[in-house]
């Protein structure tokens, strides 16, 4: 967002009130607040260079395990939540409670060695919802 050394890494984070007002979306007022009171954790902001998904996240981790990445855009953001091994049986009980379109997003998800790594594009309660369920595994 500020100004970028010459191989375009920023130099100067943005903070979460900025990060929040480029999503600008209610949902994710939601979601901090269920992550930050309801499972006591606190945003880091990092910059990542992959190839997939270059640009400033938003990650919270409990007890040095991962819960979910938080990548904004324009309008709504995409939480990025990895099922694992110890969570698939479980998700797979969950998966027909959850929306169509995550149920699919799931299903088309590849297994691999860390779980699949599920990118949902956050743009309504349901889907919103969603995301709580799958926190919940995460964190049992």
Known sequence: MNGKTKDSFPQTAPDISQLGSRINSPLFDQLR??????????????YSRCSMEPGWNIKYKKSGRALCTIYPRAGFFTC???????????????????????????????????????MIDVTDEQILEDVKKLLELRTN
């Open 80 to 118: 990025m939540i990895s099922i694992g091994k110890r969570e698939e049986a479980a998700c797979q009980l969950l998966l027909p409670t959850l929306t169509p379109s995550v149920q699919q997003l799931y299903q088309a998800s590849a297994p691999m060695k860390m779980g699949r790594w599920l």
């Open 33 to 46: 607040t269920v992550l930050e009171e309801g499972y006591r954790v606190s945003p880091r902001i990092e």
